[in-house]
Antibody, heavy 114, light 117 residues
């Protein structure tokens, strides 16, 4: 069954980092790019960046340059998104989304609060 | 990079047809882009509906009913999502998005909240 399964909710303090995982199954992981998208409470979708699971190359939205790192582990078909220097405005649901059939993960709520 | 503009809300009666628009910013031509459409219901991740570039280059998401279709309106420089035979379960937020190859970035529209009366 084709699916993306993300790691669980996180609560972080301002200034900390968070690393969210997204495990793919049911398709050839290395053949399709993976996006990370976030959605703040009551807001729209915001694209953060993209990773090529085959070679690991990335492209990030300018807003997150220097604060976001996307990596992958081909042995486990998992991509990771790490966001550093967290602030309250980073409180959001973070999604991974594959170019394979447009599938999305279930989302990971990251709450940044002191 | 391009900006995609969507009306914040739209309402229509059950059984009617609706056209949701996704306008591309000045300097960019909708015919040069592949526009994807997503549906999102509260508490759920977005669901991929379809993409449209041209009548010969379009695709439907898995399991998406044919009453959801895409097109372009060149005069408005906009991508269009058409939903025919509106059903109560179509009430949701709808987002358009596209890839901008020059900047290697993806852009989303702000989303349209569709209410089915």
């Amino acid at each position: 069954q084709v699916q993306l399964v993300q790691s669980g909710a996180e609560v972080k303090k301002p200034g900390a980092s968070v690393k969210v995982s997204c495990k793919a199954s049911g398709y050839t992981f290395t053949s399709y790019y993976m996006h990370w998208v976030r959605q703040a409470p009551g807001q729209g979708l915001e694209w953060m960046g993209i990773i090529n699971p085959s070679g690991g190359s990335t492209s990030y939205a300018q807003k997150f340059q220097g604060r976001v790192t996307m990596t992958r582990d081909t042995s486990t078909s998992t991509v990771y998104m790490e966001l550093s220097s967290l602030r309250s405005e980073d409180t959001a649901v973070y999604y991974c989304a594959s170019d394979y059939g447009g599938i999305w993960g279930q989302g990971t709520l990251v709450t940044v609060s002191s | 990079q391009p900006v995609l503009t969507q009306p914040s809300s739209h309402s229509a009666s059950s059984g009617a047809s609706v056209r949701l628009t996704c306008m591309l910013s000045s300097g960019f031509s909708v015919g040069d882009f592949w526009i994807r459409w997503y549906q999102q219901k509260p508490g759920n991740p977005p669901r991929y509906l379809l993409y449209y570039h041209s009548d010969s280059n379009k695709g439907q998401g898995s399991g998406v009913p044919s009453r959801f279709s895409g097109s372009n309106d060149a005069s408005a420089n906009a991508g269009i999502l058409r939903i025919s035979g509106l059903q109560p379960e179509d009430e949701a937020d709808y987002y358009c998005g596209t890839w901008h190859s020059n900047s290697k970035t993806w852009v989303f529209g702000g989303g349209t909240k569709l209410t089915v009366l």
